[in-house]
């Protein structure tokens, strides 16, 4: 059984840096895809980051590109999003995902592991 923990998130001001982490624990599989979901009070989650296992593949949602990058540490079974130039738009609760297929899909239903959840508030 595969757990994902997600760690980093906190408040900022708007301009500000956060480095979100994903330690996954308990894996099978040798090889994997990460995503990065975020989900606001009253809004669906959306997809902000993906990255394959050998970062030969990366996508980025429109609203964060420039902004936001993601990377990983394998050999330590940690996935990382650095993200930068926060603004009030970005707040949600940020999740990460794994996918056996290492596919690094954009879109949520291609993942089958998932982590609790941890929360991002950016202040104006």
């Known amino acids: 059984q595969v757990q994902l923990v997600e760690s980093g998130g906190g408040l900022v001001q708007a301009g500000g840096s956060l480095r979100l982490s994903c330690a996954a624990f308990?894996?099978?599989?040798?090889?994997?895809?990460t995503g990065w979901f975020r989900q606001a009070p009253g809004k669906e989650r959306e997809f902000v980051a993906a990255?394959?296992?050998?970062?030969?593949?990366?996508h980025y949602a429109d609203s964060v590109k420039g902004r936001f990058t993601s990377s990983r540490a394998n050999a330590e079974n940690t996935v990382f999003l650095q993200m930068n130039s926060l603004k009030p738009g970005d707040t949600a609760v940020y999740y990460c995902?794994?996918?056996?297929?290492?596919?690094?899909?954009?879109?949520?239903?291609?993942?089958?592991?998932w982590g609790q959840g941890t929360q991002v508030t950016v202040s104006s």
């Open positions: 995902a794994e996918d056996p297929e290492d596919q690094a899909a954009q879109t949520a239903d291609m993942y089958d592991y």
């Open positions: 308990g894996r099978t599989f040798s090889r994997y895809a």
């Open positions: 990255v394959s296992w050998s970062v030969d593949s990366t």
